[in-house]
């Protein structure tokens, strides 16, 4: 049975996956912890992306940008007058609403009011009587632009001229540096610069848990290629995006894609591809993959008066590279992992049921579990099996409880290995190894362990 949104959020609070931001000062609202859990798998979900599109990729290679950076980027990139949503409060309430996510939410989907005209949204509003969710009135201000960007002032004089902003995307550190990566890496077109990191939207409506927040991390490529090559590669880069969320073990059936209408497309974009996952609550975005041609470099290049043309080393043309831009959410992904993975299980042997969290095993926030059958006995022997385990695993000690337990909770965390010191152990120095999804146990002597957990994890 599919996960409600609550399910997930319970689940991610009892375990320690997620926990509400501030929550000591009564939270923040939509703001988001991640604890134990939650930041092992985050940094395996990040380290699987890097290896994927930068480290284990012969195209790309990757930077770390400033988050903060020169505030003509902004101007230049086109957010300082377009990164804004259709902002409209109810007066009654005080609620902020965005108008077309209002339209979206009324017709239940079915109709798509990004990208409409103020008159267009309030004339739908008014003929289809949309009531405020919140109170069910219907009294709105009118719709006024609301820039997402967080501002902030650097050093110590609040004036506009030491106005910036909080990268409301790691794309632009992308197009700012590269120039320098393509001097000191000797990279030819076609190449990408990837880059993961936190990005900042002032959103008007967030919600639905992780999905959308205020604060949030980025994984994102920008692949620069020669005009004319884009659209075969932009083909490549959805290809490889569907690809690489397949392997992290996503079922296929939740993965769909939405091309973006002709008429939809920015006017920099002659290409967009969402790959959407189906929440709790329907089909959304996972992660965004468009064709940008040379909008932003072409912009850089314009506001900062430098030559970002390439020069084509073999046929010494002279171009401004077309860009291919997959860019992913991590916290979205996480979501989507936990949504996948988390199932309820009737066990056929004991037939009791089981929470199990069915994540491929390089995601697991822990890989082993090392457990003292009974702690009175077993405790010292187990520590120092788990000494020599940490010594090449992720691994984690548990001697609270009965051993049953213990498994249970390995199983819902993920855990993909329980090695248990017991009375044998004592005697001839082996350990039983017991599988999650199996639930089988083997008994492998202490000196092999390593290297049994090794060619099992295949990492
Ligand atoms: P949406 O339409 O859902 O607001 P978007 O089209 O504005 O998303 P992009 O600008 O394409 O999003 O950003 C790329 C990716 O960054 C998204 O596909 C998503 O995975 C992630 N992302 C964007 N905004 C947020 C947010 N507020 N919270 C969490 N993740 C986000």
């Known amino acids: 049975m599919a996960n409600t949104l609550e399910q997930l959020l319970n689940y991610s609070k009892q375990y320690g996956f997620v926990f509400q931001g501030s929550e000591l000062y009564g939270g923040l609202a939509n703001s988001w912890d991640y604890g134990p859990l939650g930041v092992e798998l985050k940094n395996n979900l990040k380290a699987a992306w890097w290896k994927a599109f930068v480290t284990h990729n012969p195209y790309n290679t990757g930077i770390d940008s400033g988050i903060i950076l020169h505030s003509e980027t902004w101007i230049a990139s086109g957010h300082v007058k377009g990164f804004q949503d259709p902002l409209m409060d109810c007066k009654e309430c005080k609620t902020r609403h965005r108008a077309d996510k209002l339209i979206e939410l009324h017709s239940k989907g079915k109709v798509d009011a990004d990208g409409w005209s103020h008159e267009k949204m ?30 902030t002032h ?3 004089l609040e004036d506009d001229k030491n106005l910036v902003y909080l990268r409301p995307e790691t794309a632009q550190g992308i197009f700012l540096d590269f120039k320098n990566v393509l001097r000191t890496s000797r990279k030819k077109i076609p190449f990408g610069i990837g880059q993961i990191g936190k990005s900042f939207r002032n959103e008007i409506t967030p919600g639905n848990f992780i999905f959308r927040t205020r604060e949030f991390e980025q ?35 939740n993965l769909k894609l939405y091309d973006h209408p002709q008429e939809k497309l920015s006017f920099y974009s002659n290409a967009t591809t969402d790959i959407l996952y189906r929440y709790p609550w329907g089909f959304d975005e996972l992660w965004g993959i468009a064709s940008r041609t040379d909008y932003d470099l072409k912009q850089h290049q314009e506001h900062s008066k430098e030559n970002l043309e390439y020069l084509d080393p073999e046929t010494s043309e002279k171009y401004l590279p077309f860009v291919i831009e997959p860019s992913l959410g991590v916290e979205r992904l996480l979501l989507a992992i936990l949504n996948d993975a988390l199932v309820e299980e009737v066990v056929e042997q004991t037939n009791e049921s089981r929470t199990l969290l069915k994540i491929d095993k390089r995601l697991a926030p822990y890989k082993v579990a090392v457990l003292p059958l009974v702690k009175k006995y077993h405790q010292e022997k187990t520590e120092s099996v788990f000494e020599n385990v940490l010594k090449r695993h992720v691994a984690v000690y548990d001697d609270t409880g009965n051993i049953g337990r213990r498994y249970r909770r390995q199983d819902a965390i993920g855990t993909p290995y329980c090695v248990t010191i017991d009375n044998q152990t004592t005697e001839d120095d082996t350990v039983t190894v017991r599988d999650r999804d199996t639930m089988e146990q083997v008994r492998v002597p202490i000196g092999e362990l390593n290297q049994y957990l090794q060619s099992k994890l295949d990492l």
Do not use: H
């Open 154 to 156: 650097q050093g110590v």
């Open 219 to 253: 994984m994102e490529l920008e692949f620069f290629c020669k005009p004319g090559t884009e659209l075969k590669w932009f083909d490549y880069w959805r290809s490889f995006a569907i690809d690489f969320l397949k392997t992290l073990g996503l079922s296929a059936d």
């Open 122 to 151: 309030r004339e739908y509003i008014e003929i289809n009587k949309v009531k405020c969710p919140v109170c069910g009135n219907f009294n709105y201000t009118d719709i006024r632009n609301f820039n997402l960007m967080f501002k």
